[in-house]
């Protein structure tokens, strides 16, 4: 059995539920390769793009609003759901997600504008169903910008693999019925927690 350097505060921890929040986006956008001078080129801000159209690549990037987190909160986990309302094409390869490297502007941003992100951590997923929420564990990201390893610029969604049209499109947080706005639910633990790992705590039960 492992034994946890808090030991002293490991009980009354574990006999409360972690926290919850559900947050919104400080913002977000697509940019497309096709139309590179261009911001949410295609059907307006209400939508959000990633994946392949033709020979044309959509790119999405959203930015999460984690103020509400307290600073050394240990990360239980970090779900990021987007509504998908329609999927087009055949689906092939997977959506992948980078951690993005500099700031953006989600009114400005393009295709030839767009910012630079961090491909030596990316998380993969699957294609979502039309009608359904897209989930993607985005924990590890989550715990580099709370623990303060990387500025949280947001997330750079991608594709890989993919063979003629293969793309989703999301509700953005422009959209007007606002159940259906991208949404960031982080589960977590209070300030001290974090001298355990999870698989230690797990262990020890």
């Avoid at 055949?90 to 502007?105: A, L, Q």
Wanted: charged fraction near 20%; charge should be negative; aromatic fraction near 14%.
């Amino acid at each position: 059995m492992k034994w946890c350097l808090i030991a002293v505060t490991l009980v009354p921890l574990l006999s409360l539920p972690a926290e919850t929040l559900e947050l919104a986006p400080l913002q977000d956008a697509y940019v497309c390769c096709c139309k590179p001078d261009s911001t949410n080129p295609n059907g307006g801000s209400d939508y959000l793009y990633h994946g392949q159209y033709g020979s044309c690549f959509d790119r999405t990037l959203i930015q999460w609003d984690l103020s509400s987190v307290p600073p050394g909160a240990f990360i239980v986990s970090a779900t990021m759901e987007l509504f998908c309302e329609a999927m087009y094409g055949t689906k092939t390869g997977n959506p992948v997600y980078y951690m993005i490297n500099e700031s953006w502007d989600e009114l400005t941003v393009t295709f030839n504008t767009q910012p630079g992100y961090d491909t030596a951590t990316p998380l993969t997923a699957a294609w979502p169903e039309a009608g359904t929420w897209h989930q993607v564990d985005v924990t590890g990201f989550v715990e580099e910008w709370v623990g303060g390893t990387h500025v949280d610029f947001g997330i750079y969604c991608f594709c890989e693999d993919t063979e003629g049209t293969c793309v989703p499109g999301f509700w953005s947080s422009d959209y007007q019925e606002q159940s259906l706005r991208p949404r960031l639910v982080v589960e977590y633990f209070p300030e001290g927690f974090d001298q355990c790992t999870w698989a230690d705590i797990k262990e020890d039960q």
